[in-house]
């Protein structure tokens, strides 16, 4: 009984695998690539890539038709290569580099030969390709942008390298992927998905007709349409005001965190990188390492924030109960700090300065003995800067944010574990780490960063996640671009800090910024600048920075203007905030004046001081700096005297 079971398992194991095989080969053929067999030919049909609009719904790139010559190494036969070179206007040797580039790839799958023929080119070529067995032309389409700005946020296309094939699974050689920005990060959304159809030929490589009925063809999918948040009329003006400027601006409309502006300087046109010049345009401005327009300033260049970051520091005072909005502080030009350091001030001698004064004074004294409060609040150095750096990080800063954009920095927040390693355990003190009271030491932010600070401080308290997609076609952003996120500061303590930072514009360094018709809260900021000359570290003249907000009450953006090499925060940032918001909020600008200081200057010389090769000044004259020795490092400062407009921080 026991060998009859026995057998009777065995026999059932044979049949039950020898009818799945059968169904494999005989029937199922799900896993079956028709490509397998050489006999095989796909034929692939590329959709239209998805429409890139503004907040507004202006249109800012579409497409336009593209013809490509294709080759498939294994069905090449003896040709004319003079005439078909003259047809392509390539030389013999341009033939046999691009052959044997294709033949290595695969024998058999189609390469790009020569991409993006003008209509002119494939009209004389479409007749004669009959000529040339193992050649074909593949339409696609290339990008066609309707405006000029914002190429840092659109992106580009190009075609795929041996990496991307790598990584990709869904694309082939020569076919074209996103680089940079939205092009970049919704690629899979504005790519669509191709068509393919898969003909069969006979042995003399005659097409016979449709694999199988067509069974295995597909028709290709449009890419989505996506609307943007940025608001490209704003974007276009900011591009503008920053001609002859290095920098970033990043505006943020401060109830949906949509990026309405974001802008790098200097930048390019983005039509630059479309067509048969892309590849000689973007090695141009890839080796321009002095100008450097395809290094986004926006997110990802790193600068000591200055006084904007004070707010953040009397935020946490207030949160950390060590100072309420009538704590005073008794200002005599700085701020000394053990073994005769000082932190000097623009202040007058004996000045007494609140809250409020604090702000709209930028009393570095003031900032420095609330931020001492901070640290020293706690039974050690340690703990106290862990406290710190926790509500810090809880206003984005010291972190990626979270954007839909491909690049950025996480910028710098330093904790207890920076110190430790800079001087040892238990062997520092609040006075060690004085300039983070002022935006200098150790800590770095990014544009964007400050920007999104603006906008939670505009709305006291909370802010929602920087993004720069508005809608997408038949879908839905990411749920994380809507949810609300907090600080660990109560928005109670929110206002004494907007109404200093109203009264920068009413009776502090920014009053001679005012905008007509419109209620401004802002913060100027400067910060020290240095460079390696020779190898030898250098001071340039100071950053101009700039935050601010408006309306004050409903604000509809939140603003941070980064300058580089531009003296103090009222002198080139302040003043272009003032223009953005007025031109955003108001349609056009009310202070031609300022329009007109910004338009007309020019930050050109200041940018070729470190290249001349001589000795130069800096901050207005106030410093020499031997070329190429190196200044002396001082302590951090944060403006210069506050007399008169032009002598603003």
């Not at 010559?69 to 078909?84: A, G, S, W």
């Not at 052959?99 to 080119?121: D, G, I, M, N």
């Amino acid at each position: 009984m026991r060998k009859v079971l026995l057998a009777f398992i065995i026999i059932l194991t044979t049949f039950v695998y020898l009818g799945r095989l059968t169904y494999l080969q005989l029937i199922d053929n799900s896993s079956q690539n028709p490509l397998d067999d050489t006999a095989i030919k796909a034929v692939y049909d590329y959709p239209e890539r998805g429409h890139i609009y503004d907040r507004n719904g202006k249109l800012l790139v579409d497409n336009q038709p593209s013809y490509d010559v294709m080759v498939i190494p294994r069905e090449v036969k003896p040709l004319d290569t003079l005439e078909f070179c003259t047809l392509l206007n390539i030389t013999p040797e341009d033939f046999n580099k691009r052959f044997l580039k294709a033949r290595t790839y695969s024998p058999r799958l189609p390469s790009v030969f020569v991409q993006q023929l003008s209509k002119k080119e494939y009209a004389v070529l479409q007749e004669k390709m009959r000529k040339y067995e193992g050649f074909y032309i593949q339409k696609r389409s290339l990008r066609h942008y309707m405006t000029q700005v914002g190429a840092n946020v659109l992106g580009y296309i190009s075609e795929v390298n041996e990496r991307d094939l790598k990584n990709y699974t869904y694309y082939q050689s020569g076919e074209l992927i996103g680089r940079q920005g939205v092009e970049k990060q919704y690629e899979e959304t504005l790519r669509g998905r191709k068509g393919v159809k898969f003909i069969q030929k006979d042995r003399f490589n005659r097409v016979i007709g449709s694999y199988k009925g067509g069974i295995y063809d597909t028709l290709p999918v449009p890419g989505k349409d996506i609307q943007l948040t940025l608001d490209i009329d704003l974007q276009e003006y900011g591009e503008k005001l920053m001609q002859n400027k290095r920098g970033g601006i990043v505006a943020i409309e401060p109830s949906s965190g949509q990026i309405l502006a974001l802008i790098t300087a200097p930048s390019y046109d983005p039509a630059l990188l479309v067509g048969r010049e892309r590849s000689k345009n973007y090695t141009k401005l890839y080796y321009d390492s002095i100008a450097k327009p395809l290094y986004d300033r926006g997110l990802i260049a790193m600068y000591p924030p200055g006084s904007p970051f004070k707010t953040v520091n009397a935020l946490i005072g207030l949160q950390e109960g060590v100072i309420d909005e009538h704590t005073t502080v008794v200002c005599n030009g700085g701020y000394h700090y053990g073994r005769g350091a000082f932190m000097r001030c623009h202040c007058s001698y004996g000045s007494i300065n609140d809250l409020d004064r604090g702000i709209y004074r930028s009393c570095n004294t003031y900032f420095a003995t609330t931020y001492r409060k901070i640290i020293e609040k706690y039974p050690s150095a340690e703990q106290g800067m862990n406290a710190w750096n926790e509500h810090v990080e809880s206003f984005g800063l010291g972190d990626f944010l979270g954007y839909d954009l491909p690049i950025g920095k996480a910028g710098r927040v330093p904790s207890a574990k920076t110190y430790n390693s800079i001087y040892g355990e238990n062997r520092w003190f609040a006075t060690n780490t004085i300039s983070n009271s002022i935006g200098q030491g150790e800590i770095l932010t990014t544009p964007i960063q400050l920007a999104n600070l603006t906008a939670i401080i505009a709305n006291r308290g909370s802010y929602y996640t920087p993004h720069i997609i508005k809608k997408i076609e038949n879908d839905t952003i990411a749920h994380d671009f809507i949810e609300e996120k907090h600080t660990t500061v109560d928005p109670k303590y929110f206002e004494p800090v907007v109404q200093g930072m109203h009264d920068v514009y009413e009776k502090g360094t920014a009053r001679f910024l005012k905008i007509p018709g419109i209620e401004i809260a802002g913060k100027t900021g400067t910060a020290e600048n240095f460079t390696k000359i020779e190898g030898k570290r250098a001071q340039l003249t100071d950053h101009s920075i700039f935050v601010a907000f408006a309306p004050v009450d409903n604000p509809k953006i939140a603003i941070a203007v980064f300058v580089e090499n531009g003296y103090w925060g009222s002198r080139w940032a302040g003043r272009i905030s003032g223009l953005m918001i007025d031109k955003y909020i108001n349609g056009s600008v009310s202070r031609t004046d300022l329009e007109a200081y910004v338009l007309n200057g020019s930050l050109a010389e200041e940018y070729e001081k470190p290249l001349s090769g001589e000795s130069f000044y800096i901050n207005d004259g106030k410093t020499y700096i031997e070329w190429p020795k190196p200044v002396e490092e001082k302590e951090p400062k944060d403006a210069a005297i506050l007399n008169t407009p032009e002598s603003d921080e």
